[in-house]
């Protein structure tokens, strides 16, 4: 049931990814980039002013060079640092752009022209309402519905599945996506994206990131470090003055390490990084969303709506048990039920036809002597059946076959009543077997709730995230699932337009709703959602209204994708608590530094017992800029996630990152000051 | 002069062109929607809480006014421990 067997694990860094990272680091430069961030546009400035000052101290032969030299070095490293996580973070996507271009490949078209004929045209001109003829071997050439014919189509170029899967006009299961090619048979296709629009120009765009918009998170975010910044940059220049009055001003180098250290630029340089790691994640997971915005609303999520088929329970009823009436043998009603269930193509009557060979060893016979007529089940009934030589079999829902021996004068025993009652109260679903007008007995039908859905619903309501079931099921099977299940609250006999109504009804209080769907009549749902998953086997309208798509179109990694969304916000605040609290070691190893020739009185401020005062000042800039290498992994990977409520969560996060971000660059300042010094930098 | 003007026009600014940013911050907040509370939200009371936002005003906001400290009052106790008064 867990699919994060199935998570194509990717590792962190190859050479290829590696070296086109150093590249984009450098082009990244680019003051037009770089105004982006501001953080890290306020260090470059710097890191500008620096190296003005240091030409001309040497055209001057002033200052101490070596030291000016090497500061500007750090800060530049500093800017060019941040620079490669965000592009280490976009090189991953990109190697998997390169792989799905090529899916995208220019191919051949047989368009239908009005008249019937057809003419060969390439994929590129292909329009939106244009149909096509697609046969064995050839490649579809753009997205679109099957409006005829059925068809084995082999998607493994968008979803890395190489099993091939059933595609036929009509129901949930007529989309097919370009580049994806047919196996066998013919299919008419209508095409219903212009070229340039389609599902893998999208997703390579997406996955490259090139039409990522920062998220209202991000946004947030980055109002606070711009303020933040602002603030310190207040406080340090206002600091030249009181340093001249003092009689001890400072020279350009020292003022803008000053600065650099201060603002944030941990979280600033990899603010970008950790957001499209995010989605990089969904991707590895075959996940597609839409936008950052998704990832995001996917980790604020407070209430997931779970369909009941395929989701918590598996695909179909199963029948599990016959209950025969009185004077009425199990293997008379197996019997039964099996010549009833015969011509039954439902996987409900299968499962009948399996239990009676399994139990009784009934297999099917020959009885076309009989002249057997079969009576598929139609909705107006509600039953299916057998006529043998006068014998009828029926079997069905319990009111209809009610009625249908109503209607020859018959009473139902009054055990049977009963346990219809009880199959039904404890989540099963029962089907009565009548041969004429005499009721034979029960068939119970169950759903099987899939392994392990209480642990994760567990989970959930740990993190504060309401789970519920959509069935179309009566309130009585639907409770007795929910109860087995573990969710926390269930909507029965739903329609399409309930489900919408829920929706509304969960955001109008507040909260964040997520959903999965691939119908077409799940479209407006999926819309409305905050987190709408479609499922790549659904309609083409579904796959356009949700925000996310699912390539192995899985339900349950609903779950997954809230979690991943959490961890997404988790890194975020865990690395901007780092970067604030990292200030302080820095404060007490530059402020010292800085008016020590004027004051040695102000080394008792030297706690970390730095060498020199250049030494003290280099080795806050060089951590400040090593630190953003050294957790680039972190915001590649993410913080480890566990579930948890979020006083728990937040408890341990503010321990490791809040406590560990003050006392590591204590730590991290003095070893770099104890290296600098034994290699005689400064 | 020069000194009772600058410092007549800074405490002027400070005490209340600070009031812009609060207020429109005030108004951002005061458009939210409520969320009902759940175990995903953040509990606001308790030490955990106090604790969180305590060290952020220490480290944000005392922090900033570090440097001119230590060059005043820290730099000037110290000096007078050295036996250096003013």
């Known amino acids: 049931m867990s699919t994060s067997g199935q998570v194509k694990s990717k590792p962190l860094a190859d050479k290829k990814i590696v070296v086109r990272a150093i590249v984009g680091s450098i082009a990244k430069l680019h003051p037009r980039i770089m105004v982006k961030n501001p953080v890290m546009f306020v260090v470059e400035v710097g890191a500008l002013l620096t190296t003005m000052q240091l030409v001309l101290d040497a055209l001057h032969h002033t200052g101490l060079f070596g030291f000016g030299l090497q500061i500007t070095l750090w800060l530049w490293f500093t800017v060019l640092f941040a620079n490669f996580a965000e592009a280490m973070a976009e090189g991953r996507g990109k190697a998997q752009a390169d792989t799905l271009r090529k899916a995208r490949a220019e191919t051949q078209a047989h368009r239908l022209r009005a008249d019937g004929s057809l003419d060969v045209v390439p994929s590129s001109k292909l329009r939106s309402g244009d149909v096509v003829v697609v046969s064995a071997g050839e490649f579809i050439p753009g997205d679109g519905e099957v409006i005829e014919g059925v068809a084995s189509v082999d998607e493994s170029a968008i979803t890395g599945e190489s099993a091939p899967v059933i595609r036929e006009s009509g129901g949930d299961r007529s989309a097919v996506t370009g580049g994806t090619r047919v196996l066998s048979d013919q299919i008419r296709v209508r095409i219903t994206s212009n070229p340039g629009e389609t599902f893998l120009d999208r997703m390579i765009k997406l996955v490259e990131g090139a039409s990522r918009q920062k998220t209202p998170n991000e946004i947030a975010l980055n109002i606070l470090l711009a303020g933040l910044t602002i603030i310190f940059l207040l406080a340090v220049i206002t600091l030249q003055p009181f340093a001249i009055y003092s009689g001890a001003p400072q020279s350009i180098f020292v003022l803008v390490s000053l600065l650099v250290c201060l603002i944030p630029t941990t979280i600033g340089g990899l603010l970008s990084a950790i957001g499209i790691a995010g989605m990089d994640r969904m991707i590895q997971r075959n996940v597609i969303a839409m936008s950052g915005r998704a990832v995001e609303a996917s980790g604020d999520v407070d209430v997931l709506l779970l369909d009941k088929t395929g989701t918590i329970t598996l695909g179909n009823r199963e029948a599990t048990m016959f209950y025969p009436c009185p004077n009425v043998t199990e293997s008379e009603l197996a019997n039964a039920a099996q010549l009833a269930s015969l011509a039954d193509e439902t996987p409900e009557g299968r499962s009948i036809v399996v239990l009676a060979k399994d139990k009784y060893g009934l297999r099917g016979r020959e009885f076309s002597h009989r002249n057997p007529i079969f009576i598929p089940f139609s909705a107006q009934t509600r039953m299916s059946g057998v006529d043998l030589d006068g014998l009828q079999i029926r079997k069905g829902a319990p009111e209809a076959i009610l009625k249908h021996v109503a209607e020859r004068g018959q009473q139902v025993p009054k055990e049977t009543q009963q346990c219809v009652a009880d199959i039904s109260n404890g989540g099963g679903t029962p089907l009565l077997v009548a041969e004429n007008a005499r009721i034979l007995g029960v068939v119970a039908l169950t759903d099987i709730v899939k392994g392990g859905m209480r642990e994760r619903f567990e989970h959930l309501r740990a993190m504060g995230i309401r789970t519920m079931m959509i069935t179309g099921d009566n309130p009585l099977t639907a409770a007795a699932i929910a109860r087995q299940a573990g969710v926390d609250d269930f909507l029965a006999e739903a329609r399409p337009e309930d489900k919408m109504a829920l929706i509304k009804r969960e955001q109008a209080k507040g909260q964040l709703v997520a959903m999965t769907g691939d119908g077409t009549n799940d479209a407006p749902a999926l819309a409305q959602a905050d987190v709408g998953v479609a499922m790549n086997t659904g309609t083409q309208a579904a796959k356009e209204a949700g925000n996310m798509v699912d390539l192995d179109s899985n339900p349950t990694k609903l779950i997954e994708i809230v979690e991943i969304g959490k961890q997404l916000l988790i890194t975020r605040g865990a690395l901007t608590t780092f970067s604030v609290a990292n200030d302080v070691a820095k404060y007490f190893a530059i402020i010292p530094a800085m008016f020590a020739g004027a004051f040695p009185q102000l080394n008792a401020l030297n706690i970390m017992g730095l060498a020199t005062p250049q030494s003290a000042i280099l080795s806050a800039v060089i951590f400040n800029a090593v630190i953003i290498i050294a957790l680039i992994p972190l915001a590649l990977r993410g913080v480890k996630y566990r579930p948890a409520g979020a006083a728990a969560l937040l408890r341990r996060n503010l321990l490791v990152y809040g406590l560990g971000g003050v006392v590591a660059p204590f730590v991290g300042i003095k070893l770099i000051d104890l290296l600098i010094t034994y290699l005689h930098f400064a | ?86």
């Open chain 2, 1 to 86: 002069m020069w000194y009772n003007t600058s410092t007549g026009v800074a405490q002027l600014l400070g005490r209340f062109f600070m009031i812009i940013p609060i207020m429109a911050i005030a108004g951002n907040l005061a458009r939210k929607k409520t969320v009902p509370e759940s175990a995903g939200t953040f509990p606001v009371t308790g030490a955990l809480f106090a604790t969180l936002l305590v060290s952020t005003i220490l480290i944000v906001g005392a922090l900033t006014f570090f440097p001119a400290l230590s060059l005043g009052p820290i730099l000037e106790h110290l000096l007078m421990a050295a036996g250096k008064v003013f």
